[in-house]
């Protein structure tokens, strides 16, 4: 087993940061009277951009869990779940994929019980609305819909408020267009824009078939040709009618290119092949970082919003369940959610992340007021200069103006064809 | 089909007449418990190709027919369904014959595979051929050969990813060729389809896989008796007779293979055709790539069986215009 090789290299490790009693366990495993510290590790399974190390390094100090990242990409964490259950102690996964992974029975409800936090996480998740007692748009899979499960090993989601919970939040965010400024030289303010033809040849499409397209039902929508019940619902001829305007942009040369991989829309982006496409906000501050003005661009119809969470898979149980619980608590306590904030993510857990965090860096990124200071990033590289305003302004503004949530559709598997038609025109 | 079967056949290698002690020793007990009535000195030759054909069955032909399998299998959002059912294949052809001569989804996809495999088969097979020739026929010592050979594969010393991602800098619409032709007057816009278009496409496959191209044929000129040579510039032969008559048809069975790996290679491609057609490109490998994605396996399974097939049947064309085994 590669594990009882392990914790020799991470017990070396372990002494260095004064760990000492990891190191005790490390050095005299195989006596069955220590089983009880056993090296803990957690096998965390999600998406490369939300495991961060410095994530890692500071729960080790804290709680002394090993975290070990297991990386793949959104799609890919929704496979794995519903085929190799066993193969992570923990999974971070977004909201929307639940509608596929729970009626597959292969998650286990988190017991909110054992969450010490659970009546603080942000109402957003629980009633859909902002701290302040404003509602905000749920088109699309919103986390309230499946928040919660009628018991813990149950396949069907519950309307009303359990013990149960799908996913323990993390980390959620609003998307909206990325644009070049400095390129484009006059404001921006419609989804519509990115299927004016005065960008054309220079426009990018995410090319992920659940999400893509309700960036196109934005723009659809902006260009006032339907008006949507749900955007993340469609109907066949909605579905129909959104890929035919989609379509026929491409084929008047309306797009440089798709992108799937984060890394892509930041290189189409800094080299300016592109001047406005669908992007996340890491990719707008890595383009930033380079030195090329991009901005995250709000505009009059909102955003579209996503939300990812703990999950548990359904093997989970004992020590590894407490060590889960454990780590979850730690997350939610405020380090993490600092560090996430920081990054221009939100913390599901406001509060204790406030805590953690300078009273400048709260008013630049969650109040929406002009940087005091520079602001930093977690790893200490300049990212604003003192005197810049948040893209979007405040948490109250930007999570208030969500109209839809990512999703996964009742006619996904017609989308998935009418999307590869649409690659093919 | 009978093509096919009857070269299945003759590939498998003749028993060998040697015989170690041991491998002897060996089949005396394994002659033992079979039935299939093989004589005791067939047994070390079975013995030899046990390990491979185990590889073989385990992680070719197991899969492969699972894949077979699934692509008969109904699903839904999150599971495949172990029940009999066309649906996938009915789906993927679904107006493909009605519709025509408008061309459906895959009909489309497929045609533009397949022009990417004729173009790129081309361009790799008369510039592989050539350097081949160079190499083989130009270049004496072994020493350079080695070292130009080595220079041939410097495209494959970085990962895939980096490579196509690359090319960005140097053919965007700001990169180093539109700049330079922009600079020197040659032209006042920059040349748009440099880049996340067929021709970057195909410059792209070419770039990385000549080299399949030109190890087989390199191979095969090595093997040619020198003699023959001489013989046709004794007979008055021309420099292109000789090319034409002599080295062409000798390089065959390598013109063949490294066919065989162009052709299948590039009808799988999905990174590149994404990467360098900017994903506006479709290719069978990505249609692929999205069911699976979607967890859509039987679709997936069922469009896989279908691209199989059509590579079986370039090969199978390939093999008819030469005789490998009897060249080899």
């Known amino acids: 087993m590669p594990k009882t090789t392990r914790p020799a290299g991470l017990t070396r490790r372990s002494v260095v940061k004064g760990a000492g009693a990891a190191a005790t366990a490390g050095a005299i495993t195989g006596f069955p009277a220590v089983h009880a510290q056993e090296p803990k590790?957690?096998?965390?399974?999600?998406?490369?951009?939300?495991?961060?190390?410095?994530?890692?390094?500071?729960?080790?100090?804290?709680?002394?869990?090993?975290?070990?990242?297991?990386?793949?990409?959104?799609?890919?964490?929704?496979?794995?779940?519903?085929?190799?259950?066993?193969?992570?102690?923990?999974?971070?996964?977004?909201?929307?994929?639940?509608?596929?992974?729970?009626?597959?029975?292969?998650?286990?409800?988190?017991?909110?019980?054992?969450?010490?936090?659970?009546?603080?996480?942000?109402?957003?998740?629980t009633k859909g609305e902002l701290p302040n007692g404003k509602k905000i748009g749920d088109q699309g899979t919103a986390p309230k819909k499946v928040f919660y499960l009628e018991g813990q090993t149950s396949k069907t989601f519950s309307a009303q408020p359990t013990e149960w919970i799908t996913l323990i939040p993390t980390v959620y965010n609003a998307d909206t267009l990325g644009i070049r400024p400095d390129l484009i030289g006059r404001p921006i303010e419609s989804w519509k824009e990115l299927l004016n033809p005065e960008f054309k040849g220079k426009a990018a499409l995410l090319n992920i078939p659940s999400i893509g397209i309700m960036d196109a039902a934005l723009v659809v929508e902006a260009m006032g040709l339907h008006t949507y019940a749900d955007k993340g619902n469609?109907?066949?001829?909605?579905?129909?009618?959104?890929?035919?305007?989609?379509?026929?942009?491409?084929?008047?040369?309306?797009f440089r290119a798709f992108w799937q991989d984060f890394n892509e829309s930041v290189n189409?982006?800094?080299?300016?092949?592109?001047?406005?496409?669908?992007?996340?906000?890491?990719?707008?501050?890595?383009?930033?970082?380079?030195?090329?003005?991009?901005?995250?661009q709000p505009l009059k119809e909102g955003y579209r919003?996503?939300?990812?969470?703990?999950?548990?898979?359904?093997?989970?149980?004992?020590?590894?369940?407490?060590?889960?619980?454990?780590?979850?608590?730690?997350?939610?306590?405020?380090?993490?959610?600092?560090?996430?904030?920081?990054?221009?993510?939100?913390?599901?857990?406001?509060?204790?992340?406030?805590?953690?965090?300078?009273?400048?860096?709260?008013?630049?990124?969650?109040?929406?007021?002009?940087?005091?200071?520079?602001?930093?990033?977690?790893?200490?590289?300049?990212?604003?200069?003192?005197?810049?305003?948040?893209?979007?302004?405040?948490?109250?503004?930007?999570?208030?103006s969500v109209v839809c949530w990512n999703s996964v559709m009742d006619e996904n598997d017609y989308l998935v064809k009418k999307w590869n038609e649409f690659i093919a025109a | 089909m009978t093509e096919q079967i009857s070269l299945r056949d003759t590939v498998v290698p003749a028993p060998s007449p040697r015989l170690g002690e041991g491998a002897r020793r060996a089949s005396d007990d394994a002659s033992g418990s079979r039935r299939s009535g093989a004589t005791p000195a067939e047994a070390p030759a079975w013995l030899q190709i046990a390990p491979f054909a185990a590889i073989f069955v385990l992680f070719f032909l197991v899969p492969l027919g699972l894949t077979v399998m699934v692509s008969f299998w109904d699903y839904n959002e999150y599971q495949i369904l172990p029940a009999?059912?066309?649906?996938?294949?009915?789906?993927?052809?679904?107006?493909?014959?009605?519709?025509?001569?408008?061309?459906?989804?895959?009909?489309?996809?497929?045609?533009?595979?397949?022009?990417?495999?004729?173009s790129v088969w081309l361009i790799t097979l008369v510039i592989g051929f050539f350097i081949a020739y160079f190499l083989a026929f130009y270049v004496r010592s072994t020493a350079v050969q080695v070292a130009l050979f080595l220079i041939c594969t410097i495209p494959f010393w970085t990962s895939n990813i980096i490579r196509t991602i690359s090319w960005i800098p140097l053919l965007g619409r700001n990169g180093?060729?539109?700049?330079?032709?922009?600079?020197?007057?040659?032209?006042?816009?920059?040349?748009?389809?440099?880049?996340?278009?067929?021709?970057?496409?195909?410059m792209s496959l070419v770039h990385l896989y000549t080299l399949f191209m030109i190890v087989p044929i390199f191979n095969s000129m090595m093997r040619i008796d020198r003699a023959l040579v001489e013989a046709a510039y004794d007979g008055g032969a021309s420099g292109w007779q000789t090319l034409w008559n002599v080295i062409i048809p000798l390089s065959?069975?390598?013109?063949?293979?490294?066919?065989?790996?162009?052709?299948?290679?590039?009808?799988?491609?999905f990174v590149t055709v994404g990467v360098m057609g900017g994903q506006q490109i479709a290719s069978v490998g990505k249609v692929i790539n999205t069911q699976m994605t979607a967890l859509q396996?039987?679709?997936?399974?069922?469009?896989?069986?279908?691209?199989?097939?059509?590579?079986?049947?370039?090969?199978?064309?390939?093999?008819?215009?030469?005789?490998?085994?009897?060249?080899?």
């Not at chain 1, 999600?46 to 070990?68: C, H, M, P, W, Y």
């Not at chain 1, 469609?234 to 309306?254: C, N, P, R, W, Y």
């Not at chain 2, 993927?92 to 895959?106: A, Y």
Request: with cysteine; net charge neutral.
């Open chain 1, 268 to 296: 189409l982006m800094a080299s300016g092949e592109v001047v406005i496409q669908s992007m996340w906000s890491p990719a707008v501050t890595a383009v930033r970082s380079k030195g090329i003005a991009c901005t995250y």
């Open chain 1, 41 to 125: 590790v957690l096998r965390y399974l999600g998406t490369a951009v939300n495991q961060s190390s410095a994530i890692a390094k500071k729960v080790k100090e804290d709680t002394g869990i090993t975290i070990e990242y297991v990386p793949v990409t959104t799609d890919e964490v929704t496979k794995r779940v519903i085929t190799q259950p066993n193969s992570f102690d923990i999974v971070d996964e977004e909201y929307f994929q639940l509608r596929k992974v729970v009626p597959s029975g292969n998650l286990l409800g988190m017991d909110a019980r054992r969450i010490k936090y659970a009546d603080k996480i942000t109402p957003i998740f």
């Open chain 2, 252 to 269: 065959k069975p390598g013109i063949v293979i490294g066919s065989i790996f162009v052709v299948t290679i590039v009808m799988g491609d």
């Open chain 1, 305 to 400: 919003a996503w939300a990812a969470g703990f999950g548990a898979p359904r093997t989970l149980s004992g020590r590894k369940a407490d060590l889960a619980y454990e780590f979850i608590n730690w997350f939610l306590d405020g380090w993490a959610g600092a560090f996430l904030n920081r990054q221009g993510y939100y913390s599901a857990v406001l509060e204790t992340a406030k805590s953690k965090m300078e009273p400048y860096e709260w008013a630049y990124w969650m109040e929406g007021k002009p940087a005091e200071k520079d602001i930093m990033s977690p790893d200490g590289t300049l990212l604003e200069k003192a005197g810049v305003v948040r893209d979007g302004g405040s948490y109250e503004q930007r999570m208030g």
């Open chain 2, 84 to 118: 009999f059912t066309v649906r996938s294949y009915v789906e993927i052809f679904e107006g493909c014959f009605v519709k025509l001569p408008e061309l459906c989804v895959t009909f489309k996809t497929y045609l533009s595979t397949l022009k990417f495999c004729l």
């Open chain 2, 176 to 202: 180093l060729i539109n700049s330079t032709l922009v600079r020197i007057g040659a032209i006042h816009q920059p040349i748009e389809w440099l880049i996340y278009s067929d021709f970057s496409v195909i």
């Open chain 1, 234 to 254: 469609m109907t066949k001829a909605e579905i129909d009618l959104t890929m035919k305007v989609m379509t026929d942009a491409k084929k008047s040369g309306q």
């Open chain 2, 297 to 328: 396996f039987p679709p997936a399974a069922a469009n896989s069986v279908i691209l199989l097939i059509a590579v079986l049947f370039v090969i199978w064309g390939l093999t008819r215009m030469v005789d490998i085994r009897k060249e080899l």
